[in-house]
C-alpha cells in the first residue's frame, strides 16, 4: 500500500505543480519610429476626433463595483468640452435623487436626502472627494466623450500583436485597435506613474467622426473600483445651455431628458 499511496502523491504533486505554473507572459509591445506612417495616421484621428466632438447629451445605465459592494443606476449626463459636467442620478419615481454640476470653475452637489445644495470651488480633487473617481474634471469629460484631450508634445509610440498602435504620453496613453477604433484610453499620474483609471471603448455605432461607443468600462487602479457605462440614449455634439452646468436651486427635472436647473 505505501508505494501505491506514494504514487498518489506524487501524481498529486505533479498536477498541483501544473496549476501553480504562472500562465504564459503577454506579448511585448514594439517601439515604432516616430515617422512611422502608422503613428502620422493614428495622431492625425486622434486630433480630428477631439476637434469635432465638443459635447454629450445622454441617458445612461451606470453600474458602480468596489469595496462597498455593487450598485446601478439611471442618469443624465451632459458634458462639453473642456471640463463642464453634469450628472443626475434618477431615482425609481422619475427624482432626482443627486446632481453634480459643474461649469469648470465652480461646482454645484444637490442630494435629495439632505434637500440642500452644496458650492464650490472646482479643484483637481473635486471629483475625488465628491464621488471617489481619481481624475480632473477635464479627463473624465475627455473619457465620457471617447475623445481624450491630446498634448502638443509627440507621444511614445508602440505597435501591438495585433496590429494595435498605442500612443503614449507622461500623464495618459490611448490605444487604437487594427481597424483605426480607439479602443482603450489610460490617465497616469504623471511622468510615467501609476496608473489611476483605465476607460475601454466598446459597441460602437454610428460611422466615421459621427461614431460613438455605447459602453463604456471604467477600472479605478487606485482603490480597486470599477464603473460600466450603458448609454440608452446618446445625442454627439448636443447645443447645451450654459446654465445647466450650475445648479441655481434644487428643482425636479420633468423628464431626464431635459434638465431644468
Given at each position: 500500500?505505501?508505494?501505491?499511496?506514494?504514487?498518489?502523491a506524487?501524481a498529486?504533486?505533479?498536477?498541483?505543480?501544473?496549476?501553480?505554473?504562472?500562465?504564459?507572459?503577454a506579448p511585448a509591445?514594439?517601439?515604432?519610429?516616430a515617422?512611422?506612417a502608422?503613428?502620422?495616421l493614428?495622431?492625425a484621428?486622434?486630433?480630428?476626433?477631439?476637434?469635432?466632438?465638443?459635447?454629450l447629451?445622454?441617458t445612461?445605465?451606470v453600474?458602480l463595483?468596489g469595496s462597498a459592494?455593487?450598485?446601478?443606476?439611471?442618469?443624465?449626463v451632459l458634458?462639453e468640452?473642456?471640463?463642464k459636467?453634469?450628472i443626475?442620478?434618477?431615482?425609481?419615481?422619475g427624482?432626482?435623487a443627486?446632481?453634480?454640476?459643474s461649469?469648470g470653475v465652480v461646482?454645484?452637489v444637490?442630494?435629495?436626502?439632505?434637500?440642500?445644495?452644496?458650492t464650490?470651488?472646482?479643484?483637481?480633487g473635486?471629483?475625488?472627494r465628491?464621488?471617489?473617481?481619481?481624475l480632473?474634471?477635464?479627463?473624465?469629460?475627455?473619457?465620457?466623450?471617447a475623445?481624450?484631450?491630446v498634448?502638443?508634445?509627440?507621444?511614445?509610440?508602440?505597435?501591438?500583436?495585433?496590429?494595435?498602435?498605442r500612443l503614449?504620453?507622461?500623464d495618459?496613453?490611448?490605444?487604437?485597435?487594427?481597424a483605426?477604433v480607439?479602443?482603450e484610453?489610460r490617465?497616469?499620474?504623471g511622468?510615467?506613474g501609476?496608473?489611476?483609471?483605465?476607460a475601454?471603448f466598446?459597441?460602437?455605432?454610428g460611422?466615421?467622426?459621427?461614431?460613438?461607443?455605447?459602453r463604456?468600462e471604467?477600472?479605478f487602479?487606485?482603490?480597486?473600483?470599477s464603473?460600466?457605462?450603458e448609454?440608452?440614449?446618446?445625442?454627439?455634439n448636443a447645443a447645451?445651455?450654459?446654465?445647466?452646468?450650475?445648479?441655481?436651486?434644487?428643482?425636479v427635472s420633468?423628464?431626464p431628458?431635459?434638465?431644468?436647473?
Amino acid at each position: 500500500m505505501r508505494p501505491a499511496r506514494t504514487l498518489c502523491a506524487l501524481a498529486l504533486l505533479a498536477v498541483l505543480a501544473s496549476c501553480a505554473t504562472p500562465p504564459p507572459a503577454a506579448p511585448a509591445w514594439t517601439p515604432l519610429s516616430a515617422d512611422d506612417a502608422r503613428v502620422a495616421l493614428r495622431l492625425a484621428a486622434l486630433r480630428e476626433l477631439t476637434q469635432q466632438r465638443h459635447s454629450l447629451r445622454a441617458t445612461a445605465r451606470v453600474s458602480l463595483a468596489g469595496s462597498a459592494g455593487e450598485s446601478f443606476s439611471k442618469q443624465l449626463v451632459l458634458v462639453e468640452r473642456d471640463a463642464k459636467l453634469r450628472i443626475e442620478v434618477i431615482g425609481l419615481l422619475g427624482q432626482r435623487a443627486l446632481v453634480l454640476a459643474s461649469d469648470g470653475v465652480v461646482y454645484d452637489v444637490y442630494r435629495a436626502e439632505t434637500g440642500k445644495t452644496e458650492t464650490g470651488a472646482v479643484d483637481a480633487g473635486v471629483l475625488w472627494r465628491i464621488a471617489r473617481i481619481p481624475l480632473l474634471p477635464s479627463e473624465a469629460v475627455g473619457l465620457l466623450l471617447a475623445a481624450p484631450s491630446v498634448p502638443e508634445e509627440a507621444p511614445r509610440a508602440e505597435a501591438g500583436p495585433a496590429g494595435e498602435v498605442r500612443l503614449v504620453w507622461p500623464d495618459r496613453s490611448v490605444t487604437f485597435d487594427a481597424a483605426g477604433v480607439l479602443a482603450e484610453a489610460r490617465v497616469l499620474a504623471g511622468d510615467g506613474g501609476e496608473e489611476l483609471a483605465v476607460a475601454r471603448f466598446r459597441d460602437w455605432r454610428g460611422a466615421g467622426t459621427a461614431a460613438f461607443p455605447h459602453r463604456i468600462e471604467l477600472d479605478f487602479i487606485s482603490y480597486k473600483g470599477s464603473a460600466l457605462i450603458e448609454f440608452r440614449e446618446a445625442e454627439v455634439n448636443a447645443a447645451l445651455d450654459t446654465k445647466w452646468f450650475r445648479l441655481a436651486k434644487p428643482q425636479v427635472s420633468s423628464a431626464p431628458g431635459e434638465p431644468r436647473p
